[in-house]
């Protein structure tokens, strides 16, 4: 028995015998010049330049708000974006906008006046495929250096080939304009690649009037691995597994690698045991634990100052989940822990022994997590810092594609643990936490509170485990030595990771390697957001926001 | 503990003479250390200046606080409390280059990131040494293979210790900068010639026509960085 939400490869029937994909192609009527079916949703063919009608359509009259992802691959023959599309409300209702365009001329029509997140997500479509976007408000490469020659996810591209990359002092962006002016007061300045409160080698470009930021561009890039051309040089069973726990590698690695596992047990048909299923949300939970307890450290780190007390208690408690975890995988961070069909060996053995340290943790937790509040959500200081900065209205999160604890501490209530159910979620009892403070306060709130949640998963979990017959402890599928899905199958999935929709996307061509796989990654989604919460703001409120984000550059650049 | 020896304290000198009572009494536990014993009451230690300032180097070692990838969370934990790098004297990471003795390279350096690197080890002074943490700043590691992954940190900076792992656990970081402090105690100095930096004539790479271009582009004074794939190891 699967707890994974089935999808069939055929295009869902509505109870009329009307497929979803008839009805939005009545929908959009001519806007659409042919069909396509992906395993996860149905897929709707527009032309290059007819790309926001159907968009706005889809939007404003079939309701799908969400972009999730932007795909872009290059055929033989043609180029194509997908368009990810589902909805905040309902998760499951999904469908692909498929947009071809020529070998010689690849230019499409830009989403970005219709969702805003296509922003981003062009750009990276531009820079490592070669798609040109017309009306795109600011084409440039994003992960690459400007220097940059070629398109390295393109078919022709010379992996061999000398590149250069210069390292000039930036211009002041508003310069020009203040010159104009006579009396130039701004000021610009570069925070980062390397920075203390950046987390990681994020680059922002920010322009400073006094203490209040004008201009705010994220520059990233700047750990732009490669992830997804190593994917595609992997195979499905094994050599694609450890790199999902390098994506967000703030100890999320199960949780990431349940986003590579379910997308592929999805194309390759593939059941997981019941008792797999318990094991895995346990551990994913533990990772979402430990990654919360980083952010909650590292936020403190950025509105408090040095390693004071918060950082080192969130790292006391994060070392005890490490040492669950590393009984549990047998390593401390790169778990490499999930295959396909399950995972790769049971509990350790004394299983008392583990499960004792598993539930002192969480017998722990509850005094750890007063501790907590009371020095830092009930810190004046903190509140006055971050109650009532960095506002993200909904509405604004929503067309940026802005999901996990960033879209629930705006109030949106979208979790793909409960709205697109997979592993053993469903059958548990626990609660999304939504705040709509919208706020840095509410973000930090609704990671402290996902705690509990976690904590009370992994508890049932435990119980559950402990309970399940000797006899009946499967926890592998039998999966073929080597999997080679259908040529030309697509399919789009994702998992709730610990920054939020943790997405991947597989063409299979028939081999035994991903033909296309592209990651679609709650960070960088998020990131997005960042100038509209700051720009107007003061800059020790930006640190705030950036840090109440709580990115991981590994996952934002990929 | 001889008291015979007596080399340096003549009688006439009450204070001193007080003192090396107080300590030969043992009045103070600080005075009755092993280097007492071995120095005997003499209050001056000889050596060499310089050995003495490696030895000073080696105990006491501000790291840089850099972060790049998925080493600089293992960094942290060192840094942080059971692991706690500071009892070797070797924990107090500092937010400027000005300010740091090491730099700790966590992660996998990428060509945009690379030049950046260099800056930040051009503005720390002299005498500076360089840890690589993790498999990719030795050759790149799990992303050896990717079209803009610098195949190892030799590449950019000279690196004194190299720590293996996916990332290297705590206890390995640690054990790795005990070893530098030893180096740097034996007086042993980092190598300062670095392979492919700044600005080349490009002579040696496959004319091209875009390299030419760029080539001509370059102010004489810009920090370029040349990363020839092929030729990488």
Partial sequence: MSLEEQQSDEPAELESGVSRGDELADLLGDLVVGREEHMNAPGLVIRPDEVQDALFKLRDEAGFDHLSCVTAQEYEDRYESIYHLTKFDDRTDEVSVVVPTSKDNPVSQSAEPVFRTADWHEREAYDLVGIQYEDHPDLRRILLPDTWQGHPLGLDYDQDRPQIATLREHANPLEEDHRAAGDSNTMYINIGPHHPATHGVLHVETVVDGEQVVDLDADIGYLHRCEEQMCQQGTYRHQIMPYPDRWDYISAGLLNEWAYARTAEDLADIDVPEYAQIIRTMGAELCRIASHMIALGTFALDVYGDFTAIFMYAMRDREIVQNILEDLTGQRMMFNYFRLGGVVWDLPEPREEFFEKVRDFLDGLPQALEEYHDMITSNEILQARTVGTGVLPPEVAKSYGATGPVARGSGIDYDLRRDDSYGYYDELDWDVVVEDGCDNFSRLLVRMREVEESAKIIQQCVDLLEDWPEDERNIQANVPRTLKPEEDTEIYRAVEGAKGELGIYIRADGTDKPARFKIRSPCFSNLQTLPEMSEGEYIPDMIASLGSLDIVLGEVDR | MSSEQKPFVTDDTQVQTETRDARMAGADD????????????????????DKFMNW??????????????????????????KHDLDRFAAGVPRASPRQADVIIVPGTIVSKFAPRMKRVYDQMPEPKFVVGMGSCTISGGPFQEGYNVIKGAEEVIPVDIHIPGCPPRPEALIYGIAKLQERIANGESSPVTVKPYELEQFGDLESDEIVDKLAAQIDEDDLVMRYNWADSP
């Fill in chain 2, 30 to 49: 600080r005075f009755n250390s092993k280097l007492r014993e071995a120095f005997g009451s003499s209050p001056f230690i000889l050596t060499k200046f």
């Fill in chain 2, 56 to 81: 000073v180097r080696g105990s006491s070692m501000f790291m840089l606080q850099f972060g790049i990838a998925c080493c600089s969370i293992e960094m942290m934990h060192t840094y942080a409390i």
